[in-house]
């Protein structure tokens, strides 16, 4: 049976008269790679800085590790890194940007020159010498995630890694995020708007409308879970006529395959267009 290591139960965030969150319950395993998906204002970095305490929960539970406890909350934290942004001293390169996060983060001196060495390998930025003021947005992201990485979390929280980025830097931070899982050992919580992209990066999935996480998935879930009933036919063509003709919908030809993006309009309601 998979460990729960972070989970929500009835959590519910105001801010004056406005309802953020109405009544989250979400649940995060061990070696997941958990993609939390909704659209900008759905309630997804409110969910985090729950998480994270970086804002009290007006009612419920979040636990870490099996503990609702504040005490154990508070170490339990410690155990997680996060990307929620990236502010980085612009003037400086990315080894002397993480030396002073490492010096924040309570990192011994004399492990952090070795500590931080390793994670800007792991990111692909080892040797890079330039100011932070010259990097490309993929590169300003991998830094944020490489400071996150600093001191080897056992939790990882990224909040939209890969917005802003072009194919190619998208296709980076899907590798690092899994080697990340794979390699590190770490469980990964990734948020975005990006369905596609997701569905292609995590094996679990919490949907979030509206304050709420209407749905958990898993990545066989999406495939084997579907309202809909497959029929073979000899003339594509002519068959998709007969049945438009006859009022009965086609969600996908029989040789496409269900998509994160399908699934969650038909749950939240809306289109991709």
Do not use: C
């Amino acid at each position: 049976m998979s460990e729960s290591v972070i989970k929500l139960e009835d959590v519910r965030k105001a801010y004056g008269k406005h309802e953020v969150l109405k009544g989250v319950n979400m649940n995060v395993q061990k070696g997941d790679i958990y993609g939390l998906i909704g659209r900008n204002g759905a309630g997804k970095t409110t969910i985090f800085k729950m998480i994270l305490g970086l804002s009290e929960v007006n009612s419920g539970n979040v636990s870490i590790e099996g503990s609702t406890d504040k005490k154990e909350l508070l170490k339990n934290r410690s155990k997680i890194g996060f990307l929620v942004g990236t502010r980085f001293y612009n003037y400086l390169n990315a080894e002397k940007n993480l030396l002073y996060f490492a010096t924040v983060k309570g990192i011994p001196r004399r492990e952090r020159k070795a500590e931080i060495k390793r994670v800007l390998e792991i990111v692909g930025l080892k040797g890079v010498k330039k100011p932070v003021k010259s990097f490309s947005l993929g590169m300003q992201q991998r830094l944020g995630i490489a400071n996150a990485i600093l001191g080897n979390p056992d939790i990882l929280i990224l909040d939209e890694p890969t917005n802003g980025l072009d194919p190619q830097g998208i296709a980076d931070i899907r590798n690092l995020i899994k080697k990340l899982r794979d390699e590190n050992n770490m469980t990964v919580i990734v948020s975005s708007h990006i369905l596609g992209e997701l569905e292609h990066t995590a094996d679990r999935f919490g949907i979030v409308n509206e304050g709420i996480v209407v749905k958990e998935i898993t990545q066989m879930d999406l495939q084997e879970n579907q309202p809909a009933v497959e029929i073979a036919v000899d003339d594509l063509v002519r068959a998709k006529e007969v049945l438009e003709n006859a009022g009965i919908k086609i969600i996908r030809e029989v040789n496409e395959k269900s998509s994160l993006e399908d699934f969650y309009f038909r749950l939240v309601g809306g289109s991709a267009e």
